[in-house]
């Protein structure tokens, strides 16, 4: 400023006026007694006082409670002393209260005798820097505590990887584990004392040899394999294998272990005595079954035993009475007679045939069928057996494949099948027959324990009681069943199982307890045509002699050739009898022309049926064949799959049965 | 007589009113532990956390410097200082020349000191989360003057360095101290010199001082503020002349 300044203009003090009402900082002028004379308009819009609040008091009055003590203490001395004072940071508090972060500047102006005329204060608004010194002392803070935190990290370092060490030595050496450390080469570094206690040898005898020195030689490849697995990913999942122990003798061990630093580092729990255990509770389970097993067929004899006593009682008393009545020259009673003795047999009949169903050594005719017409065939019986309180529905699939099966052992399986989903409906329900064509790939066939390949499904779900999955385990166990004592035999699904397996398919039970239970059977496609369906009950008792034809019976039992030769003379075809193999490939490898074998399967003579069936074919390519067989060696008849022209007949037989197949042959 | 400065300055508080004694006087100025160019190294926390410390080093100090029956001038804290020297050595001081002190800052039953324990709250707690403001980049950018670095050196040497850490404490020490009763303990006379208008000590205090001393004078001069030995030297002056 000039000492002296020339008398501004009207226009120059508005101009100087507004510059200073107005600048971008406040400004204030206070007496030397610190009371402020004038506040310019900045000022006030920032405090939120008008100039006339604030004339009369005093700066300090502005300030918070830190600000008048530094005023008083710093400010003020420091003001009188320099005469001026630069930049301090303090907080005027505004009329509502907040308070506005500021810098503020302060000189003496003094008149020209040096007294204290006025003191101007300069306050600029530092909102922001306040926030940026905030900002900068909080980074400074946090910086100065990870400082000391990394400080205090060093300081106890070395004091806290000693505790570590020493609780990690404590591990290893206390660990009832076997802990191992071992090169990539399987060569052994390290082993804790455990090793002693469960395998004999000393840390000395193990370390620097290879694992696979001491490693059971059947669980060597699985062994070598799971260790190479570690490098690939750590081993998690235990691994168990046998480890030698000093005296010769194997200990399990179930092992985790990782690649880590260049090494393999492992843990083994010792699990020997969980597999002794194992065992001894898979033979007490064992045992137990066969006790079960025995039981059951001790049951199944003794009722059986009871059953033929009573049809041979029926069968021998019918006889006798008729060689008595036939004695006394009474004819007349003979046909009651002898149809108790036949229906005597045909009960017979059924009880071995069911007997060796369920011992899978029934001899099945396979034909290729179609199921569709087999189901709808069967669906009336089916009505009738479940009752109305069932509602039986069939779903047939439309394209069926014809399957290659024998068709009554199929209506059994159907039969027995609803049967068992009534008995688990016993407060009615549905039951619904399907039948679908199935591909079976490699994975479903894995699953299901079926060959690859095309089979069509015939299932039978019904709406009951379900099964848990450990009764589900063992629905094909023979003997097994749910059902209360004396209403079961436990052979129905062993039955179907045995017939399902011995014609190439499969059945599989899905059932959820409460919902219900599905059963279907897989059966094999059969390429090409079904068969008309033909039924053995049709057999027409009309014989029709005069057929003409030469028949080659052998059989070791007299009273059956005796039998066949009558059914033969009857179809006015000539018999030649053999009593065993040998005999009757005489015949056929002589000139002899003839029109059929019907041949038992069991001979006497170095040959069975079939071989001898096979070895007349050299001669007598297409030679027709019906092996009439108790129980077939299933080998022996192929399993069920016979060669074209090659035919089954079941003993016991009709009569009528046997005439209408040789005719059926002969007529072909 | 000694003269001891209050907190937030050094002895340069008495440039003005310290020479007119010079001539009667054997004047020792100095800086408490922590100011001024005190040895900062000798500043120990447990030992200056109350007053007893600093009265200690008066007493020290003087005892060195083998005063008897002399004047000790204290402003502010320093009076309060002044107090307990005198108590500790009673045989220092036969003067207490007391400028505007406070035995205690903090309101108490039927008392009035000036602020409420929140006040006093707020000022501790302003000084520990904003040393940044306040003390510590404070006195560099107060005292520097980038336009004229001869100057800023020349000031920062001259007036009211404080280390800000110890100045934190110091601030503590003070604004937490209850020394009401020391004051009946004290023999030597004493003057009692109060502003009419002083934030840190009212008028109020000088009158409870005043009151509680055995032998003592109070005069209240026309000064604003809390440092009349800068803001009122003439005043000041003239009122020790007078009591002594």
């Not at chain 1, 003379?569 to 040998?582: N, V």
């Not at chain 2, 934030?199 to 209240?220: K, T």
Request: glycine share 8%; hydrophobic share 40%; net charge negative.
């Amino acid at each position: 400023m000039n000492t002296s300044p020339p008398a501004p203009d009207a226009a120059e003090a508005d101009d100087l006026e507004d510059l200073f009402e107005n600048a971008p900082c406040g400004y204030l002028s206070t007496l030397p007694n610190g009371r402020i004379s004038r506040v310019n308009r900045t000022f006030s819009t920032w405090t939120g006082f008008d100039s006339g609040q604030l004339v009369g008091r005093r700066f300090l009055d502005l300030l918070n409670i830190a600000g008048k003590i530094y005023y008083e203490t710093h400010f003020a001395p420091l003001l009188r002393l320099q005469g001026s004072f630069n930049e301090v940071a303090l907080d005027v508090v505004r009329s509502d209260g907040t308070t506005l972060p500021v810098l503020v500047n302060a000189v003496v102006r003094r008149d020209e005798a040096g007294a204290i005329r006025l003191i101007r204060v300069t306050v600029f608004n530092a909102s922001d820097r306040r926030r940026y010194e905030q900002e900068l002392l909080e980074a400074r803070r946090t910086s100065e505590r990870a400082g000391l935190a990394l400080r205090d990290l060093n300081a106890t370092l070395e004091t806290r990887i000693a505790d570590r060490a020493r609780a990690l030595e404590r591990a290893w050496r206390l660990s009832r584990d076997l802990l191992a450390v071992a090169g990539t080469d399987g060569v052994i570094t390290r082993v804790n004392t455990a090793w002693t206690e469960h395998l004999g040898w000393q840390s000395s005898d193990l370390v620097g040899r290879s694992f696979v020195t001491f490693t059971h030689p059947d669980d060597l490849d699985a062994t070598q394999a799971a260790f190479a697995g570690i490098f690939g990913a750590p081993l998690t999942k235990p691994y168990e294998y046998r480890f030698r122990h000093l005296d010769g003798s194997y200990r399990w061990f179930a092992w985790t272990a990782a690649f880590e630093e260049d090494e393999i580092h492992a843990s083994g729990r010792p699990t020997t005595a969980e597999h002794e255990q194992a065992a001894l509770l898979a033979e007490a389970e064992n045992a137990l079954r066969q006790s079960q097993k025995m039981e059951a067929v001790g049951q199944l004899t003794g009722g059986l035993a009871h059953d033929f006593n009573n049809l041979l009682a029926a069968i021998s008393g019918s006889l006798e009475m008729m060689r008595t009545r036939m004695g006394q020259g009474r004819f007349n009673d003979l046909d009651r007679y002898m149809h108790a003795a036949e229906g005597a047999s045909k009960r017979a009949a059924a009880l071995t045939h069911r007997l060796l169903a369920f011992s899978r050594r029934q001899t099945l005719d396979p034909k290729p069928t179609d199921v569709n017409r087999l189901v709808s065939g069967m669906e009336d019986l089916v009505r009738r057996t479940v009752g109305p309180s069932i509602h039986v529905e069939t779903v047939g699939a439309s394209g069926l494949w014809p399957a290659l099966i024998d068709p009554p052992q199929l209506e059994n399986a159907l039969l027995n099948l609803c049967i068992n989903a009534r008995d688990a409906m016993p407060d009615g329900g549905r039951i619904t027959i399907e039948t679908a064509n199935r591909w079976i790939d490699e994975r479903t066939g894995w699953e299901r324990d079926l060959p690859p390949g095309q089979y069509l499904s015939l299932c039978v779900t019904d709406t009951g009681t379900g099964m848990p999955p450990e009764v589900v385990a063992r629905a094909f166990d023979p003997f097994f069943t749910t059902k209360p004592a004396g209403q079961g035999t436990g052979l129905g699904l062993s039955m179907i199982y045995g017939f399902a397996q011995q014609s190439g398919g499969q059945v599989r039970i899905y059932s959820e307890v409460g919902q219900g239970t599905t059963m279907c059977l897989y059966l094999p496609r059969h390429y090409g045509e079904a068969e008309p369906g033909d039924t053995p009950n049709a057999v027409s008792s009309a014989s029709r002699p005069g057929q003409d034809g030469t028949v080659l019976i052998v059989d070791d039992e007299p009273a059956i050739r005796m039998l066949v030769t009558d059914v033969l003379e009857e179809l006015g075809c000539t018999a030649i009898e053999a009593g065993d193999s040998a005999a009757g490939l005489k015949v056929l490898q002589s000139n002899v022309p003839i029109d059929l074998l019907v041949t038992d399967v069991g001979l006497p003579g170095g040959m069975n049926g079939r071989q001898m069936a096979d070895a007349a074919r050299v001669t007598r390519p297409g030679l027709k064949v019906l092996f009439i067989t108790g129980y077939a060696e299933n080998a022996a008849v192929g399993n069920g799959l016979l060669e074209p022209d090659m035919h089954v007949l079941t003993k016991p037989f009709a009569m009528e049965a046997l005439a209408f197949r040789i005719r059926s042959l002969i007529g072909n | 007589m000694v003269f001891a400065h209050g907190f937030g300055c050094d002895q340069n508080m008495w440039r003005f009113v310290a020479p007119a004694f010079a001539g009667e006087f054997r004047t020792i100025l100095f800086d408490h532990v922590g100011a001024g160019g005190s040895d900062l190294t000798a500043y120990d926390p447990d030992r200056y956390a109350t007053l007893n410390g600093y009265a200690d080093d008066v007493v020290e100090l003087c005892q060195a410097l083998d005063i008897r029956g002399g004047v000790f001038v204290g402003h502010s804290v320093s009076a309060m200082i002044g107090v307990l020297a005198s108590r500790k050595a009673p045989e220092i001081f036969d003067t207490l020349v007391m400028v505007c002190p406070s035995p205690r800052y903090i309101d108490d039953a039927g008392y009035e000191g000036g602020f409420s324990a929140a006040q006093v709250h707020e000022l501790l707690e302003f000084l520990d989360s904003n040393h940044m403001g306040w003390s510590q980049a404070m006195a560099p950018v107060i005292m520097g003057n980038p336009d004229r670095p001869e100057l800023g050196e020349e000031l920062t040497n001259s007036f009211c360095r404080t280390d800000p850490d110890i100045a934190k404490r110091f601030a503590r020490t003070t604004f937490l101290s209850d020394n009401r009763a020391d004051l009946a303990g004290v023999t030597a006379r004493c003057l009692v010199i109060q502003c009419s208008e002083d934030v840190i000590a009212p008028v109020a205090v000088g009158a409870y001082v005043h009151a509680n001393l055995r032998d003592s004078e109070l005069v209240q001069i026309d000064a604003t503020g809390h440092c009349p030995n800068l803001s009122a030297p003439v005043e000041t002056i003239a009122a020790m002349r007078a009591f002594l």
